[in-house]
């Protein structure tokens, strides 16, 4: 079973430009989380998707943020425009069902995000 | 106040040590308690959970809660140059599906 993979692994971007980060779950996963970590802090929850729905965007920072997953597959998290703060790790998970308490979640590997 | 807080380490032991790494937490609504495993440049991996309070063995991880002080620990035994990680706790409780981490102890098993 392929694992949740992320694209790209590692971007470096301009303060005021716009990427795009993507999260392939793995297949069949209906839940698709996404957090971040940045420097020096604790992993944070951003928002969970059930299929294309999205469960809860509590986690999000500001509307400079925008997550899809059209067709309840692979999913996209947009920052538009980036700023300094923004730089850190971006984790992807994915699960099969609504499995409370995180212990069936699959992490990707991450997107190392870095805005100068 | 943070709802988890784990010391950042870095944490260094000899190979054949035993490890015990420990967080606090602050909601008495968390039933379940995670260990995620770590290594640089991956994503965490559940190494291992506990339901409440008590005592959880497997290999050479013991994790242990105490929800009368809000106090979750995990023990390694013979530990080993690959146990080199980070180690986060999470602990989980609650209407929620998010996953509240403590920041991490980062161990390092020298050979």
């Known amino acids: 079973e392929a694992g949740v993979t992320q694209f790209p692994s590692h971007s470096v971007i301009e303060k005021g430009q716009t990427v795009t980060l993507r999260c392939d779950p793995i297949?069949?996963?209906?839940?698709l989380y996404w957090y971040r970590r940045v420097m020096g802090k604790e992993i944070k929850f951003l928002l969970h998707f059930v299929k294309e729905s999205k469960q809860d965007e509590s986690g999000m920072p500001n509307n400079r943020f925008l997550a899809e997953r059209t067709g309840g597959t692979y999913s996209t998290l947009k920052v538009q425009p980036a700023e300094l703060e923004d730089s850190g790790v971006y984790f992807c998970?994915?699960?099969?069902?609504?499995?409370?308490?995180?212990?069936?979640?699959?992490f990707g590997s991450g997107t190392r995000l870095t805005v100068v | 106040q943070k709802e988890v807080e784990q010391d950042p380490g870095p944490l260094s032991v000899p190979e054949g040590a035993i490890v015990s790494l420990n967080c606090t937490y602050s909601n008495s609504a968390f039933q379940y308690f995670m260990w995620y495993r770590q290594y640089s440049r991956k994503g965490p991996e559940l190494l291992m959970y506990t339901y409440s309070s008590g005592n959880k063995e497997d290999g050479r991880f013991t994790a242990q809660v105490d929800k009368s002080s809000k106090y979750i620990s995990l023990f390694i035994r013979d530990s080993q140059p690959s146990d080199s990680a980070t180690y986060l706790c999470a602990p989980w409780g609650g209407a929620t599906n998010k996953l509240i981490f403590g920041t991490g102890t980062l161990l390092a098993v020298q050979p």
């Open positions: 297949s069949g996963h209906d839940n």
């Open positions: 998970a994915s699960s099969q069902a609504t499995i409370r308490g995180g212990y069936g979640y699959t």
